[in-house]
């Protein structure tokens, strides 16, 4: 059964830190991704790694203050949070498409909020 589970989430104050987790079981995945979505708002992609780590996507909105990463496992990758806002609440996903399956996987999210 392919999963993705999403892990570290919590409350922290503007200024801090979080890391997020998100490992896949089942497969093992070239592209992950990480979406927020924010109360009333749509889901928005925040960071995508690849399977070589080369040139991570990152949302303007985020840029210099999040990284995205993976272990050697390839089935575990990592979002870095520093210097995080208010703006920065929502609850985080990852997900991923498998082109041999012809589907994607989201996880079932960890909520991140920071206060003021």
């Known amino acids: 059964q392919v999963q993705l589970a999403e892990a570290g989430g919590g409350l922290v104050q503007a200024g801090g830190s979080l890391r997020l987790s998100c490992t896949a079981s089942?497969?093992?995945?070239?592209?992950i991704n990480w979406f927020r979505q924010a109360p009333g708002k749509e889901r928005e992609l925040v960071a995508s790694?690849?399977?070589?780590?080369?040139?991570?996507y990152y949302a303007d909105s985020v840029k210099g203050r999040f990284t995205i990463s993976r272990d050697s496992s390839m089935n575990t990758v990592y979002l870095q949070m520093n210097n995080l806002k208010p703006e920065d609440t929502a609850t985080y996903y990852c997900?991923?498409?498998?082109?041999?399956?012809?589907?994607?996987?989201w996880g079932q999210g960890t909520q991140v909020t920071v206060s003021s």
């Open positions: 997900y991923a498409y498998s082109q041999r399956i012809g589907r994607g996987f």
């Open positions: 089942g497969r093992t995945f070239g592209i």
């Open positions: 790694i690849g399977w070589s780590g080369i040139s991570p």
